[in-house]
């Protein structure tokens, strides 16, 4: 097979499960992704963060529910169109640079990861998806 041909989505096609959506560290926001997503939500960006954000290593996160999924999730993305950038670029993420292994451990907990692709196109791609996405 030409694997200089394989596209992102010939990789990676989302299976909508919301394995993505659960656990594994959490969901890192921004200033900014807190401001769009509070007004999605019609709330304000304080409020949001009291009633919607847990922290991690010091750093706001997207809390998550007794379920461990995040609070967002609910069969489907809530906020879809104003989720997050690093629920944007899963699972096209920067640690995939650094050491493509992280690739094949993202695949045993999401069904749409495709392992069979060298690691040299995953780490292509990678880099292709993160700057389309900056």
Same mark, same amino acid.
């Given at each position: 097979?030409?694997?200089?041909?394989?596209?992102?989505?010939?990789?990676?096609?989302?299976?909508?499960?919301?394995?993505?959506?659960?656990?594994?560290?959490?969901? &890192? =926001?921004?200033?900014?992704?807190?401001? $769009? *997503?509070?007004?999605? /939500?019609?709330?304000?960006?304080?409020?949001?963060?009291?009633?919607?954000?847990?922290?991690?290593?010091?750093?706001?996160?997207?809390?998550?529910?007794?379920?461990?999924?995040?609070?967002?999730?609910?069969?489907?993305?809530?906020?879809?169109?104003?989720?997050?950038?690093?629920?944007?670029?899963?699972? &096209? =993420?920067?640690?995939?640079?650094?050491? $493509? *292994?992280?690739?094949? /451990?993202?695949?045993?907990?999401?069904?749409?990861?495709?392992?069979?692709?060298?690691?040299?196109?995953?780490?292509?791609?990678?880099?292709?998806?993160?700057?389309?996405?900056?």
């Amino acid at each position: 097979m030409p694997y200089n041909n394989l596209k992102s989505e010939d990789i990676f096609k989302c299976k909508k499960c919301g394995d993505c959506c659960k656990g594994y560290g959490g969901t &890192f =926001i921004t200033e900014k992704e807190i401001e $769009t *997503i509070a007004a999605h /939500i019609h709330t304000d960006p304080d409020t949001f963060v009291e009633n919607y954000c847990q922290i991690s290593g010091g750093k706001r996160i997207l809390a998550q529910a007794g379920d461990m999924y995040c609070i967002f999730w609910d069969g489907l993305c809530t906020i879809h169109s104003v989720k997050p950038r690093m629920c944007k670029t899963w699972p &096209f =993420i920067e640690s995939i640079l650094v050491d $493509t *292994i992280n690739w094949s /451990i993202m695949a045993s907990l999401c069904p749409g990861i495709r392992t069979d692709v060298p690691n040299r196109i995953i780490k292509k791609r990678v880099a292709e998806e993160l700057s389309r996405n900056l």
